[in-house]
């Protein structure tokens, strides 16, 4: 608990005067002001971050975290809990949509077992950081302990500040857990206090009989744990998820040492709902990188206060609307470092004549 107080005692709001300067940069380069639109803004949102005047990705890496649900016993899911260990095994080979997409990105995907129950073989990619075989069924007991919780989110902290010392420089969320639409949706209804069937997707592709049942589900785990909405580590330990407590503490991590911190989908958001409840300045390290087309998605960036960069109706989750967002993030950084100012060029700016 001291190593997740030192870390959340570190994120402070960014300096404003950041993006004055960033602004200032931006409206001398050789283009009508604001005609590059939120390339302009991810820039300008990326020197804040990260306080450099010329910023860089070089080394941007994803943190694909699994773990499993207990929860899944009540049948929330269309798909078997044994395919989070599977998909696992296809995240090594390199054959998922992260994967293509991350080395399209020119990304790397760091994967960590935070609680898969399957027994999974030692891979020299895998890291394992495993609290448990998945969570506790919620319906029934508290998804899992506080002290588990603690360790979840400060494992997630450990993820990054293990990559820090070679370079990481932009960091991308994704997760893998059949279940875990369940677990976040309950999430996303206590931290945003909006009703359970507005903030409840059809998650892997359920019929509407099963939706309904996952809804009574999640309105039954909330009314019998009652978590308390101002208490992330209350929240996490009653209806939440290993892999979702993982990437709260890669968030924190990553405001702490100021690198952006791209969030993926629905469960990402959740995450990133409770990071921002143990540390409200958390939020301006975080950059949408896309819409899911799950609906509690978008009560998460309202919440948050985000406005997403893409919009192409994914909910694959893994880290894939991430990967496509970094490379959003490498353009707007090359914009604003490359590009020639009107005084380099030699080229006539806007006459203050009109």
Same mark, same amino acid.
């Given at each position: 608990?001291d190593?997740?107080?030192?870390?959340?005692?570190?994120i402070?709001? %960014?300096?404003?005067?950041?993006?004055?300067?960033?602004?200032?940069?931006?409206?001398?380069?050789?283009k009508?002001?604001?005609?590059?639109?939120?390339?302009?803004e991810?820039a300008?949102?990326?020197? &804040?971050?990260?306080?450099?005047? #010329? %910023? @860089?990705?070089?080394?941007?890496?994803?943190?694909?975290l699994?773990a499993?649900h207990?929860?899944?016993?009540?049948g929330v899911?269309?798909?078997?809990?044994?395919?989070?260990?599977?998909?696992?095994?296809?995240?090594?080979?390199?054959?998922?949509?992260?994967?293509?997409l991350?080395?399209?990105?020119? @990304?790397?995907?760091?994967? @960590?077992?935070?609680?898969?129950?399957? %027994?999974?073989?030692?891979h020299?990619?895998?890291?394992?950081?495993?609290?448990?075989?998945?969570t506790?069924?919620?319906?029934? $007991?508290?998804?899992m302990?506080? &002290?588990? @919780?603690?360790?979840?989110?400060?494992?997630?902290?450990?993820?990054? &500040?293990?990559?820090?010392?070679?370079g990481?420089d932009? !960091?991308g969320?994704? &997760?893998?857990g059949?279940?875990?639409?369940?677990?976040?949706?309950?999430?996303?209804?206590?931290?945003?206090?909006? =009703?359970v069937? $507005?903030v409840?997707g059809?998650?892997?592709?359920?019929?509407?009989e099963?939706?309904?049942?996952?809804v009574?589900?999640?309105?039954?785990?909330?009314?019998?744990h009652? =978590?308390?909405?101002?208490?992330?580590?209350?929240?996490?330990?009653?209806?939440g998820?290993?892999?979702?407590?993982?990437?709260?503490g890669?968030? #924190?991590?990553?405001?702490?040492?100021?690198?952006?911190?791209?969030l993926d989908?629905?469960?990402?958001?959740?995450?990133?709902?409770?990071?921002t409840?143990?540390? =409200?300045?958390?939020?301006?390290?975080? !950059?949408?990188?896309h819409q899911?087309? $799950?609906?509690?998605?978008r009560?998460?960036?309202?919440?948050?206060?985000l406005?997403?960069?893409? *919009?192409?109706?994914?909910?694959?989750? *893994?880290?894939?609307?991430?990967?496509?967002a970094i490379?959003l993030?490498?353009?707007?950084?090359?914009?604003y470092?490359?590009?020639?100012?009107?005084?380099?060029?030699?080229?006539?700016?806007?006459?203050?004549?009109?």
């Amino acid at each position: 608990m001291d190593r997740l107080k030192a870390c959340l005692d570190a994120i402070a709001a %960014p300096d404003q005067n950041l993006s004055l300067a960033a602004n200032e940069r931006l409206d001398q380069l050789t283009k009508p002001v604001g005609s590059l639109g939120r390339l302009e803004e991810l820039a300008r949102t990326i020197v &804040e971050i990260t306080g450099k005047p #010329i %910023p @860089a990705v070089h080394n941007p890496a994803i943190f694909t975290l699994a773990a499993d649900h207990g929860v899944v016993g009540e049948g929330v899911s269309a798909y078997p809990q044994v395919v989070t260990a599977q998909m696992v095994e296809n995240f090594l080979r390199g054959g998922a949509a992260v994967n293509v997409l991350a080395r399209q990105a020119g @990304a790397r995907v760091i994967v @960590a077992d935070f609680g898969v129950a399957s %027994p999974l073989p030692p891979h020299p990619l895998l890291v394992v950081k495993k609290i448990g075989n998945g969570t506790r069924n919620l319906t029934r $007991e508290a998804a899992m302990t506080r &002290e588990q @919780a603690v360790t979840a989110i400060e494992s997630g902290m450990e993820l990054v &500040e293990h990559e820090l010392p070679s370079g990481l420089d932009l !960091i991308g969320t994704g &997760e893998m857990g059949i279940g875990n639409t369940t677990a976040s949706s309950a999430i996303t209804a206590v931290v945003t206090r909006r =009703p359970v069937v $507005e903030v409840t997707g059809r998650g892997t592709g359920i019929d509407g009989e099963t939706w309904r049942h996952k809804v009574r589900v999640i309105n039954q785990a909330i009314e019998r744990h009652q =978590p308390d909405s101002n208490d992330a580590l209350d929240i996490l330990m009653k209806v939440g998820g290993f892999e979702i407590g993982g990437l709260v503490g890669v968030i #924190i991590a990553g405001a702490a040492n100021r690198v952006p911190v791209i969030l993926d989908g629905f469960i990402s958001g959740a995450a990133a709902l409770l990071a921002t409840t143990l540390s =409200p300045h958390a939020r301006h390290y975080l !950059i949408a990188g896309h819409q899911s087309a $799950e609906p509690g998605h978008r009560a998460v960036l309202r919440h948050l206060r985000l406005r997403p960069y893409l *919009e192409l109706d994914m909910r694959l989750g *893994e880290g894939t609307g991430a990967a496509l967002a970094i490379g959003l993030c490498r353009a707007a950084v090359s914009i604003y470092n490359e590009m020639a100012t009107f005084k380099s060029a030699g080229v006539s700016s806007r006459s203050s004549e009109q």
